[in-house]
């Protein structure tokens, strides 16, 4: 488990409600967090993650990434945006790695969605 609280209450919700949409759940993990600055930051020795996929609660490959993937870009494809670490890879072609820097841009906007409707690290 995280040591987000917004995380750790928005997985928790996911798995007590499991149909509810995306957006509904992290409605709910944010309530009382609008405004705010959290850290996603995702913490290993906490979460006990093997292997670390990710280092960052938002990073699409997180269970709350793709939550978000779900709630603002339903139609980006898990699979194509776990390409964006495709550009990480010694034997990445140049294709792959304009492809990756797309997705992430792309993911980008995910986050940037997310940060407007709650209003997230504005100060």
Known sequence: MSSNPIVETAIR????YPTAPALEILDHAMEGRYGTSPDFEAHPKITCRLPYAYDDDTDPASPFGELLRQAFAPELGMRDLL???????????????????????????????????????AN
Request: proline share 2%; aromatic share 10%; net charge negative.
């Open 83 to 121: 390409a964006i670490n495709l550009a990480d890879m010694p034997s990445a072609s140049s294709e792959e790695i304009s492809s990756a820097a797309t997705l992430a841009e792309e993911w980008q906007r995910v986050i940037d969605l997310f940060a407007e409707r709650y209003n997230l690290w």
């Open 13 to 16: 919700l996911l798995s007590v």
